[in-house]
């Protein structure tokens, strides 16, 4: 709710013409008079600051909060048929809400010929993932980024254009179909609290162990 400033009603003589200053709220308004009153200079510097304060506050009330752009985005490559994209689907909706703001965006890659928007958008909902999933048909942003498997994460920095991590999101898979019975590293985890620290992620590249992104040309 705007704030309600009291009217002031100020009597200026510019040049030969008289105006009549009103200022309510976020509004100065000069008025053409037939009448002035003379000021001292102690009362012109009086009104003039009283002018500049109340038009400061004015601003500051109406003018809307400067939106922040996202600065890195979080890139996951997955493949619907793939199980290990399928079982770190629950870890990534819990680093999406832990850590997902206006200046990170996370974002789903399908790089994939054989996938379509529909059997993406049955993924998004049987793993109820709350971010964007892409279509990669041409595997373009697989190329740019250098993803050889999915589930392989890439945080890239928009405004360096620059990789910061590329690799796996945690230890837990150690080769296709052989897990840890405990996962010791969480490198994804530790890049995204670095970037929120605004500090160097420890860990700049790891393998990534899933399904193999398929290259060859039709």
Known sequence: MEKDFPKVAIVKKISQSTFRIEVSNDQIIAKPQTYYCKMSSNMRIAILFLLFTLSTAATKITSPPEKKSTTTKIY???????????????????????????EIEFIGVFPNRFSEPKTIEQFKKDYDLPFELKYDYYLE??????????????????????????????????????????????????????????????????VAIGCYIKYEKD
Not at 76 to 86: G, H, K, N
Not at 159 to 186: H, L, M, P, S, W
Not at 190 to 196: F, G, I, S, T, Y
């Open 76 to 102: 996951i490559f997955l493949l619907e048929d793939c199980v290990i994209s399928q079982y770190y689907t629950l870890q990534l909706r819990e680093l999406h809400k832990k850590y997902a703001s206006e």
């Open 141 to 206: 942003l697989a190329i740019k980024m250098g993803a050889t498997v999915a589930p392989e994460v890439i945080v890239y920095d928009e405004e360096k254009e620059k990789i910061i991590y590329k690799g796996r999101i945690d230890n837990t898979y150690f080769r296709v179909g052989k897990r840890r019975q405990v996962t010791t590293t969480a490198e994804l985890a530790d890049v995204l609290e670095a970037l929120q620290n605004n500090t160097p992620p420890s860990t700049e590249s790891t």
